[in-house]
């Protein structure tokens, strides 16, 4: 396999990970892409006209973009989230959508990022793309142990209890507000420091980055994955990603009929679609589920939980 | 005015939150007004200290409607609302549950596709450590996030105990059976350490024998947590027996307030609810 694919997969499930968190609280939002191409258009900015050096890029400052990136799309999500998350389900998914739009808008028409054409030549740190693996998988990993903690603390609870009712966790004392916008925040947080590494992964960012196509796809990552767990995202972000490049590995494959080499080959967005399709009507709840992955690593996992959450209550209870 | 780091009496005054005890809740001219109908009107009372408060009347009469105005799920278009003497009317609902008043819901409102557990533990939000700070302690298993993890684990299972649904702890909630769900709600409720308690309706789907349990249940809750509670209910011999005092509710009017007995035989009462029982 090559480590582009390799990073292209890595990079989805991360972006699909962007749309879980927000959906964690019920959330269903769209703006992940406007907030990848914002930290995309920040890292390019950044490395092409102020962290101008010779000889390889540093992988420091690569870092310190995509630091920057995330602040800067988490002031921005605050700012945004505040008055869109007042609405619900489907109004707050076309709001999202406008917003991608708009950003588009600017970034095609704006002179720090570079218009139509957009940025290009954005410096290396390293002398081959492998070595981005380097930065991506520790990040793929550092964000799936945080949605992992998170769905185990008070504030995971908290989210877990404002998707279920709304109404019934507020009067639990819990703020909608509050722990919404934090949900849309970190998804955009994750968003904007993934587009910041993807600048430097593909050399060039200009305003195809984040468009309403790629809405549609990292969606289609977090549904056909299955969005009860994180575990869904990350497996449907890499699964769809892969998948062309496994139909065209296919076709590639000899002994095949001429036309079905060649369907295979050109008719991939059909195969996508078909898969869709039958992915909705055969596993409405995505491929991965709390359930399956109970079965698959469950009895050890769910005893360890047992002994955890009883063993305290008896302390306590001699202690009272 | 010379100038000066003391507060004046004014300052000073503004600033004391005036805490009353006795006056848990005290309703005053609540009014709510849905298009033409009003839905309750110009309703005044007051709940005591320790009490166990009947909220009674037939089927639309704005009972549920006024617990919503109580808790903040919906606005009053007119009158205040006081807990423990601070006004807090047009505050938000999770506010107001912070500040101690908890609630159960006529059509059980739980976290449906979580465990039992969880459904308890939600309803600690309140008493741990939270805010951005919390969710970074928490993530990392900081201080003081596993002890407060502990505590709230420890605390949920106490209060599942005492509903007896310990066993079933980590069971979806959506699979308990419908008493079950209404007891798991009242332990949600009390996990937030109210000072006052909202039950909607408790008794509904109840068998005749878990009825004749519920009496005693609530009259040990209000002893054990000394909370004082607030209570809807249309089975009238379980409301004669368990209340301390009746408001009786009419087309959105309070009709009549008082003891069981004089409530009972009130000819207003009678006219418009008792009179079909008897």
């Given at each position: 396999m090559n480590s582009f694919l390799l990073i292209s997969m890595i990079l989805a499930a991360m972006l699909a990970l962007s749309l879980y968190l927000p959906l964690m609280a019920g959330q269903l939002s769209l703006a992940s892409p406007g907030f990848y191409a914002l930290g995309g258009y920040i890292a390019a900015v950044m490395s092409t006209k102020y962290f101008v050096v010779t000889g390889p890029f540093p992988v420091l400052y690569l870092l310190a973009e995509m630091a920057a990136a995330g602040a800067a799309c988490g002031v921005l999500a605050l700012v945004v989230g505040i008055p869109a998350l007042r609405l619900r389900g489907i109004y707050l998914a076309l709001a999202t959508i406008a917003f991608v739009e708009i950003l588009r808008v600017l970034s095609l028409n704006l002179e720090i990022t570079g218009g139509a054409v957009g940025i290009f030549g954005?410096?290396?740190?390293?002398?081959?793309?492998?070595?981005y693996l380097w930065i991506a998988i520790p990040l793929l990993l550092l964000s799936m142990g945080f949605i992992y903690r998170l769905e185990r603390i008070r504030t995971g609870r908290a989210f877990a209890a404002i998707r279920e009712d709304e109404l019934a966790a507020a009067a639990m004392g819990i703020s909608p507000t509050f722990n919404k916008v934090l949900a849309f925040m970190l998804g955009a947080i994750l968003a904007g420091v993934v587009g910041a590494l993807s600048a430097h992964v593909l050399n060039t960012w200009n305003a195809r980055q984040g468009t309403f196509d790629s809405s549609i796809n990292y969606l289609a990552y977090v549904l056909i994955g299955g969005s009860r767990t994180f575990v869904g995202p990350v497996v449907g972000g890499m699964a769809l990603t892969a998948l062309p490049e496994l139909l065209r590995a296919l076709a590639d494959v000899g002994g095949l009929p001429v036309w079905l080499a060649e369907f295979l080959r050109n008719g991939r967005l059909i195969i996508f679609g078909v898969l869709i399709a039958l992915g909705t009507v055969f596993f409405p709840q995505g491929m991965v589920t709390p359930e399956l992955l109970a079965r698959l690593f469950g009895r050890r996992l769910r005893r360890a939980e047992q002994v955890a959450s009883t063993q305290p209550v008896d302390h306590g209870a001699q202690r009272r | 005015m010379p100038p000066t780091w003391e507060m004046t009496e004014e300052e000073i005054r503004a600033r004391r939150v005036p805490v009353d005890e006795q006056r848990v809740l005290d309703v005053r001219h609540m009014t709510r007004q849905f298009g033409g109908l009003l839905a309750v009107s110009n309703v005044s009372f007051v709940v005591e200290k320790g009490e166990i408060f009947g909220l009674i009347g037939p089927n639309g009469a704005g009972k549920t409607t006024l617990f919503n105005l109580i808790t903040g799920l919906i606005q009053p278009t007119s009158g205040q609302l006081y807990f423990r003497g601070e006004e807090y009317t047009g505050q938000r609902p999770h506010y107001i549950a912070q500040k101690g008043i908890a609630r159960t819901f006529q059509n059980i409102r739980l976290f449906g596709s979580l465990s039992a557990l969880e459904n308890v533990k939600i309803a600690r939000h309140t008493h741990t450590f939270g805010g951005i700070f919390g969710l970074i302690a928490g993530v990392l298993n900081l201080p003081p996030a596993p002890e407060d993890e502990r505590k709230t684990t420890a605390r949920a299972m106490e209060l599942l105990e005492m509903v007896g649904l310990a066993e079933r702890a980590?069971?979806?909630?959506?699979?308990?059976a419908y008493g079950d769900q209404r007891r798991l709600e009242i332990a949600r409720a009390l996990a937030l350490e109210p000072r006052l308690l909202l039950l909607d309706e408790p008794a509904a789907g109840m068998n005749a024998q878990e009825k004749q349990g519920l009496s005693d249940f609530i009259r040990m809750l209000r002893d054990k947590f000394s909370i004082t509670i607030l209570l809807i209910e249309h089975h009238v011999p379980l409301v004669m027996g368990l209340c301390d005092r009746i408001a009786v509710l009419d087309f959105g009017q309070l009709i009549a307030l008082g003891d069981p007995r004089r409530v009972q035989h009130d000819p207003a009462v009678i006219e418009a609810y008792l009179g079909d029982e008897g």
């Open positions: 954005i410096p290396q740190p390293f002398s081959d793309r492998g070595s | 980590h069971v979806q909630a959506r699979n308990f």
